[in-house]
């Protein structure tokens, strides 16, 4: 495999990692928006 072989796969390597964790932070993101939004409803019931 020649050197510039090697640095494309890593550049793929590397742009897949770094958009699987791009999606991993917007669902946890999500997560804590909905978390969030469900404690305003509830504070607001007990209001």
């Given at each position: 495999m020649?050197?510039?072989q090697?640095?494309?796969d890593a550049v793929k390597t590397?742009?897949?990692a770094k958009k699987e964790k791009?999606?991993?932070v917007?669902?946890?993101?999500e997560n804590v928006n909905n978390r969030q939004q469900t404690?305003?409803?509830q504070q607001r019931r007990q209001d």
């Open positions: 020649s050197n510039k090697n640095l494309q590397f742009t897949k791009a999606e991993e917007s669902k946890a993101i404690q305003r409803e």
